[in-house]
């Protein structure tokens, strides 16, 4: 029982991830590697914290919503 809450409370803990393509110029984040959002993408597409990519001035790719 005490194992299953400890995993509970790592799940609760661990990061959101998000795509990001790691250009000068993106300004979104993806939620899903696949997206079509990330299609454009030139470079290369790097996995990242959600928050991460907040503090970098991204926001949220429009197909996702």
Do not use: Q
Not at 5 to 12: D, P, R
Not at 14 to 30: F, L, N, Q, T
């Amino acid at each position: 029982m005490a194992l299953c809450l400890l995993l509970l409370a790592c799940k609760i803990h661990e990061p959101k991830m998000v795509y990001v393509c790691d250009s000068r110029g993106a300004k979104r984040y993806h939620l899903k590697e696949n997206c079509r959002g990330l299609s454009n993408c030139t470079y290369r597409i790097v996995k990242v914290s959600e928050e991460a990519a907040k503090e970098e001035g991204k926001t949220l790719c429009k197909w996702e919503d």
